[in-house]
């Protein structure tokens, strides 16, 4: 019968503990450094901006698409052909830019008060640009008779300018051509001999950016908090610093990698994080399991030995999940799409770390805290 690990199979994986220590928290030490000090390359999710996805029936040379778009302020560096040779697709990404341009803010604005002199115009910029337009109520208490209609005739000469109506009294909301319809019109205008179809835009205003980035920091640090908290309750003192020390570790190491190459950072960067923190303390607890066991049955005086035998028989299971979960990622890589492809960039780096920390960081951990433990206790405040 075929077996992964050989039965007699045994390696000492806390030899050199020490010098595989001082690699991964210099590792760490240097992704913190390169987190304040370079900056991770924030994505749309999180900066606010646009991104549009055109394909062209017909070929199309990329300097006839910047050349079209430049009146309408898109930079040649946010141009960029994407998908096979032939396929005719082209991703535009403007970061920070989803707003409709202010000289058509304050045409959409004139053209109101020549209707409504009485009106107040609040600019939102949550996603693109929209005008929250209210109006006083009627003296005499009756109801206001003015429709959206009223206000569609108002802007009727200002292209791509539409009315929506407002859950409150007495408001409407004005939405203005933001920079994906701006991209659109261009097209359209210069290249409509190309046959343009516009297949995907996403758009994201800045403060709706802002907060999705202190959303995702803040649901990591939530995580790692309810880690914390179910490793404190199944294991000691022990084995529970281990484990949060491992996934501070794990994670990281993974920003810093991607702040290294510069890939970009978004939703599904946080995904991949969420996502590897469950992986990674997995992992860990079923050689704490197994450590915790062999503690129980043998109370053996030499803990490092203990540590060792612990990590061997695990070794083949180990091996098996991490394999398998980075070959259920493969997929995802080549035929997943940009952003599955780069969760799964993530998962496959995640994975190969997450194992190694789980043997060279989490366990070695159990045996500073353990020689160490009467230090500890007494700095809590128990009895030592």
Request: hydrophobic letters at 45%; a negative charge; proline letters at 5%.
């Amino acid at each position: 019968m075929f077996e992964l690990i050989p039965q007699g199979f045994y390696y000492d994986f806390l030899k050199r503990r020490h010098l595989f220590a001082n690699i991964s928290w210099a590792a760490a030490a240097i992704s913190l450094i390169l987190f304040f000090v370079k900056g991770p390359n924030w994505s749309i999710d999180f900066t606010g901006g646009t991104e549009v996805e055109v394909t062209f029936d017909k070929p199309t040379p990329i300097e006839d698409v910047r050349h079209a778009l430049a009146p309408a302020g898109v930079g040649d560096d946010a141009i960029q052909s994407i998908g096979a040779a032939g396929e005719n697709r082209f991703l535009f990404r403007m970061q920070g830019e989803s707003s409709a341009k202010p000289e058509d803010v304050k045409a959409a604005e004139d053209a109101l008060r020549a209707s409504f002199p009485d009106i107040q115009s609040v600019p939102d910029e949550q996603v693109g640009t929209r005008l929250v337009v209210s109006w006083p109520a009627p003296a005499d208490g009756s109801v206001s008779t003015r429709t959206v209609k009223d206000f569609e005739k108002a802007v009727a000469a200002l292209p791509g300018v539409s009315v929506q109506s407002s859950p409150e009294d007495n408001t409407v909301y004005v939405r203005l051509p933001g920079l994906a319809e701006q991209i659109r019109g261009a097209l359209e205008d210069s290249l409509s001999g190309q046959g343009v179809h516009i297949d995907r835009t996403d758009s994201v205003g800045p403060k709706v950016g802002g907060s999705l980035r202190v959303a995702g920091l803040i649901s990591l640090g939530a995580t790692m908090l309810i880690l914390l908290i179910y490793v404190g309750l199944r294991f000691d003192f022990t084995f529970a610093p281990g484990a949060i020390l491992c996934l501070f570790h794990d994670s990281t190491i993974l920003i810093g990698i991607w702040v290294l190459t510069q890939q970009e950072f978004g939703l599904s960067m946080i995904s991949a994080l969420l996502t590897l923190l469950g992986y990674s303390i997995n992992d860990t607890i079923v050689v704490y399991d197994r450590i915790r066991e062999n503690m129980q049955r043998y109370r053996a005086s030499d803990f490092p030995k203990l540590i060792n035998d612990s990590i061997n028989q695990t070794l083949s299971r180990t091996i098996i999940t991490s394999g398998a979960t980075m070959l259920s990622m493969v997929p995802f890589l080549f035929i997943g799409g940009p952003v599955l492809r780069q969760f799964a960039e993530a998962m496959l780096i995640g994975i190969i770390v997450g194992t190694y920390s789980s043997v060279y960081v989490a366990a070695p951990l159990t045996i500073v805290l353990r020689e160490n433990r009467h230090f500890f206790e007494r700095f809590i405040g128990r009895k030592g």
